[in-house]
């Protein structure tokens, strides 16, 4: 997998954890923040890289 594409997969992973985050209050952890951070970042850095 090429490394724009695994950074969309991040992405949308992110859009959809952080959307359902908010709308179902079951999915909230205290690490939740942590981690959708990290995942935002290895996504934008995977994305740019690939321009």
Do not use: E, H, Q, S
């Not at 999915?27 to 690939?50: K, P």
């Amino acid at each position: 997998m090429r490394g724009r594409d695994l950074g969309m997969l991040l992405l949308a992973i992110w859009l959809i954890v952080t959307g359902l985050a908010a709308l179902v209050p079951a999915i909230n952890f205290a690490g939740l923040g942590t981690i959708l951070a990290i995942i935002a970042i290895a996504a934008g850095v995977l994305i740019l890289i690939r321009r």
